[in-house]
Each structure stands twice: as C-alpha cells, then as structure tokens.
C-alpha cells in the first residue's frame, strides 16, 4: 500500500499544478500586454496635456519604470481584471490608488535621479512607492492607516523593493530623522503646501503636491527649492485626491 502513495500524490501533482502553472503564466503574458497597452495611452494623455504640464512625453527612464510595476500586485484580487485600467482603484478603508496617467506625471515632475533620496507621502497600497523605488536610490513613505501602511510595507518587500523604507505616521510633518530629499512625491491634498515638506527639500529638490479643498477642487502643483533657498511654484493640472488628513480625519 504504502508503495502506491507516491503515484497518487504525482497523480494529484499533475492534475493540479500543470493547469495552475500554465494559467499563471498565461496570466503573466496578458497583465504584460495590458501593461504595453497602459504606457501607450499614458504618452498620448501626455501629448494632450503638453500645454498645461510643460511635458510632452514621460522620460525613458519613468517609461521603463511604469513598464515595469506589476500593479496587479497591488490592487485587491478582485480589481485585478481593472489593475490596468486608466482609472483609480478602491483599495480599503475608503482609499484609492491613483490613475495610472497621475502617477506617471507625478513621477516625472518629480525628475527622480539614479542617486535621489525621495519621500513620499501617503504609501496607500505601495504603488507610487514601486514606481519611485525603480527610479531613486531610497524611498521613504509615510501612511497614517495603519492596516493600509503595514500590508504596503509587506507587499512591498514581497515583491522585493528593498530600497523602500515604510512607516505609520502623519505625512504632513514629513520626516525629519532622513531629510533633506531630492524629491517629495504627496499623493493625498492638502489645503496649503505642508511648511515641513518645503523645510525637508534639498537645494535644487522638487515637492509634487496636490493642493486645494474637497468641494472647489484641487490643483497638482510643482514647488522647486532654488539654490538661494527661494521657491519657485507652478500650477500644473487640475486633480482630484482623497484629503490629507491628520489623526482624527480632518484635511490638513
Ligand atoms: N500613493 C498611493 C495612493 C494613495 S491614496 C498608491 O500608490 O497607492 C492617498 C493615501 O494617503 C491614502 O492611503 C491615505 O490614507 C493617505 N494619507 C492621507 N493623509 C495622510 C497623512 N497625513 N499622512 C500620510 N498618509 C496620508
């Protein structure tokens, strides 16, 4: 008896993993093909936008970088089908990831360099951070949902970005302990630009940020830290994000 165990357990091997393998894979091949198809229309909502974003077209770099993310890794299971699609996702206690066009212009006016040292506020589900990780040297991020920030933290080593450092906390405060950043990436709005945020930017660093309240809309704005400490501001797009709140909810 005990003989003809382990042609039973090949038996069950076969009938399970096989079929299993070669959905994966399957399903590999179509998430990269929608991907293509993802970056494709992401460069013509560039094209369009070319007058009020001062870009025509994303960097190779950030192009590679969005080519690269597996955002089906980030999205719940069942919104995988929609992982590509140019629209934000739901992603638990009330959050969303953000459109796949908004955080490819957000990373490309954040002009992220091979050396950068970037932080980002507002971690959501890890998929900005991903993307910025592809491109800087460190990346920190910041969410005040626990549970959000803590299942972030772990997708996020999972997948091996190890160059991304996460933790619990109010954004709006920065973090000092690691400033000054080349970059500041805020994916939730604020009212007014965070003080500590421009406090923590280098010499010649880039804050994005999307500013304005929940009824009469948002602005993505650009903020450069001149050499002589001035701040040189640009409007950029009109936007909708979810609020940058403090601790009890309210918008900061
Ligand atoms: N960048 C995210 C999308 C974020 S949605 C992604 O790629 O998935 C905005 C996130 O900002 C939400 O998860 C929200 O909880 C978080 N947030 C709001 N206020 C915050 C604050 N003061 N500090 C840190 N995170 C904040």
């Given at each position: 008896?005990?003989?003809?165990?382990?042609?039973?357990?090949?038996?069950?091997?076969?009938?399970?993993?096989?079929?299993?393998?070669?959905?994966?894979?399957?399903?590999?091949?179509?998430?990269?093909?929608?991907?293509?198809?993802?970056?494709?229309?992401?460069?013509?909502?560039?094209?369009?936008t070319?007058?009020e974003t001062g870009r025509?077209?994303?960097?190779?770099?950030?192009?590679?970088?969005?080519?690269?993310?597996?955002?089906?890794?980030?999205?719940?299971?069942?919104?995988?089908?929609?992982?590509?699609?140019?629209?934000?996702?739901?992603?638990?206690?009330?959050?969303?990831?953000s459109?796949?066009f908004i955080v490819?212009l957000m990373?490309e006016l954040a002009?992220?360099?091979?050396?950068?040292?970037?932080?980002?506020?507002?971690?959501?589900?890890?998929?900005?951070?991903?993307?910025?990780?592809?491109?800087?040297?460190?990346?920190?991020?910041?969410?005040?949902?626990?549970?959000?920030?803590?299942?972030?933290?772990?997708?996020?080593?999972?997948?091996?970005?190890?160059?991304?450092?996460?933790?619990?906390?109010?954004?709006?405060?920065?973090?000092?302990?690691?400033?000054?950043?080349?970059?500041?990436v805020v994916t939730?709005a604020?009212?007014?630009v965070?003080?500590?945020?421009?406090?923590?930017?280098?010499?010649?660093?880039?804050l994005v940020v999307p500013v304005g309240?929940?009824?009469?809309g948002q602005t993505l704005l650009v903020l450069?830290?001149?050499?002589?400490?001035?701040?040189?501001r640009r409007e950029v797009l009109a936007v909708r994000f979810?609020?940058?709140?403090?601790?009890?909810?309210?918008?900061?």
């Amino acid at each position: 008896m005990d003989s003809a165990r382990p042609g039973v357990w090949l038996l069950l091997g076969i009938l399970v993993l096989v079929p299993g393998g070669d959905m994966t894979a399957e399903a590999q091949d179509t998430y990269a093909r929608e991907r293509v198809r993802m970056v494709e229309h992401i460069a013509m909502l560039m094209r369009e936008t070319r007058s009020e974003t001062g870009r025509a077209a994303l960097s190779d770099r950030v192009t590679a970088a969005m080519s690269t993310v597996p955002r089906h890794e980030f999205v719940p299971a069942w919104e995988r089908p929609s992982a590509y699609a140019d629209r934000p996702l739901p992603i638990g206690h009330g959050q969303t990831i953000s459109q796949p066009f908004i955080v490819a212009l957000m990373t490309e006016l954040a002009d992220v360099n091979p050396g950068d040292t970037v932080l980002e506020v507002g971690t959501g589900c890890g998929y900005q951070a991903a993307v910025l990780a592809q491109l800087a040297k460190t990346v920190y991020t910041i969410e005040i949902v626990e549970p959000l920030g803590r299942e972030a933290a772990e997708r996020l080593k999972r997948l091996g970005y190890d160059n991304v450092t996460a933790r619990i906390g109010d954004g709006y405060q920065g973090w000092p302990e690691h400033a000054p950043f080349d970059a500041i990436v805020v994916t939730a709005a604020p009212r007014e630009v965070p003080q500590p945020l421009i406090d923590q930017l280098k010499s010649g660093g880039r804050l994005v940020v999307p500013v304005g309240g929940q009824i009469l809309g948002q602005t993505l704005l650009v903020l450069e830290k001149r050499p002589d400490g001035t701040i040189n501001r640009r409007e950029v797009l009109a936007v909708r994000f979810v609020p940058l709140v403090d601790e009890s909810g309210k918008q900061q």
